[in-house]
């Protein structure tokens, strides 16, 4: 079983920088890939940023540029470094993971296997 923790939300003004974090405990070992994940209110969840333990990552065309995403295998710890933030970044933002190592599915959300409770992101104009 893998529990995951996500932290460092918060309210921002618009071209702000914010660092969330999500801690994973249970079962940390073996290949996996990790996502950070957003939800505003009427929408659906979508896929931000995805990486693999290959460190191979991928991110939304409306997040290129602004957002990173890393892994800190000591920690075993997510990270997605927000900067520049728009007021289409406001939403509650899910870390998951999942078994697989296939780059193609890492924005995926039914792909994934375990999530987070979920942290708010607010950026007010």
């Known amino acids: 079983e893998v529990q995951l923790m996500e932290s460092g939300g918060g309210s921002v003004q618009t071209g702000g920088s914010l660092r969330l974090s999500c801690a994973a405990s249970g079962y940390t070992y073996g290949s996996f890939s990790m996502g950070w994940f957003r939800q505003a209110p009427g929408k659906e969840r979508e896929g931000v940023a995805g990486?693999?333990?290959?460190?191979?990552?991928a991110y939304a065309d409306s997040v290129k540029g602004r957002f990173a995403i890393s892994y800190d295998n000591a920690k075993n710890t997510l990270y997605l470094q927000m900067n520049n933030l728009k007021p289409e970044d406001t939403a509650m933002y899910y870390c998951a993971k999942q078994p697989s190592l296939m780059a193609s599915w890492l924005l995926l959300p039914s792909k994934y296997d375990y999530w987070g409770r979920g942290i708010q992101v607010t950026v007010s104009s």
């Open positions: 990486i693999n333990s290959n460190n191979f990552a």
